[in-house]
């Protein structure tokens, strides 16, 4: 991979992180994505064709860093059949341009698996991906965090309006641990993914994006949730 990144001035690809890439795994075997040669197959994998341009989304488990997305996006300087190329980061995607005339889908799909960012290719969920439908579990994390973020506020405004000095025995504890039970569940449902995210990241060796969120996560509650028990503070 070094000397297909050297000869196309790419090397710069390894100073955006201490552990750019992921190293691939067992022998590199082209035949294995020969099916894609198929018409009929390659059909349902592209979101456009044309005699001289064809789009095509691909999914990359593998995607992780800067360094990933600099390569990714410049796959044109690889190989000049590439027309475009752009990566989303959240969704772990990229989207490609390429010229069918210059270069065929499976060589595309050859490349990405080359220089170790294999697709992940499942003609079950392209067809599930024509009839596009709503993350229910991510609409209803961002609710539960709405709702509770809601009412946490409400249940702060006395502690606001008496700049801290509430003078009914009781009255701010009973707020103060009411906020930090509605906090739990943003904590532990909403924020989930990213310490699952962020947990896979560390199990292979690097900080993904959502490390540093988690870090913020962790240091803010922990800060609050010492105030609330200790009595030191609202949190």
């Given amino acids: 991979m070094y000397l297909l990144l050297s000869e196309n001035n790419l090397c710069s690809y390894y100073s955006f992180d201490k552990n750019p890439g992921i190293k691939a795994k067992g022998k590199f075997v082209s035949e294995r994505f020969a099916y894609l040669d198929d018409e009929s197959i390659a059909g349902k994998l592209v979101q456009f064709s044309s005699g001289t341009q064809t789009n095509v989304t691909f999914e990359l488990p593998q995607m992780h860093c800067s360094s990933c997305i600099f390569l990714l996006e410049n796959l044109h300087r690889i190989d000049p059949g590439i027309i475009k190329s752009q990566a989303q980061f959240q969704r772990k995607e990229a989207f490609i341009i390429f010229d069918p005339r210059k270069i065929s889908l499976r060589k595309v799909v050859e490349l990405l698996a080359f220089i170790g960012y ?77 310490f699952v995210s962020a947990w896979k990241g560390l199990q292979q060796k690097f900080l993904n994006i959502d490390a540093p969120i988690v870090l913020a996560i962790l240091v803010t509650y922990g800060r609050s949730y010492y105030e609330i028990i200790s009595g030191t503070g609202a949190g």
């Fill in 118 to 194: 294999e697709p992940y290719i499942s003609l079950k969920d392209v067809k599930e991906k024509i009839s596009p439908r709503f993350n229910k579990k991510r609409i209803y994390q961002i609710g539960v965090a709405g709702f509770c973020f809601a009412n946490i506020m409400m249940l702060s405004f006395p502690e606001y309006f008496s700049s801290g000095n509430i003078e009914q025995n009781g009255l701010k504890e009973t707020f103060t641990w009411l906020n930090f039970f509605l906090s739990l569940p943003v904590l532990l449902f909403s924020a989930r993914d990213f």
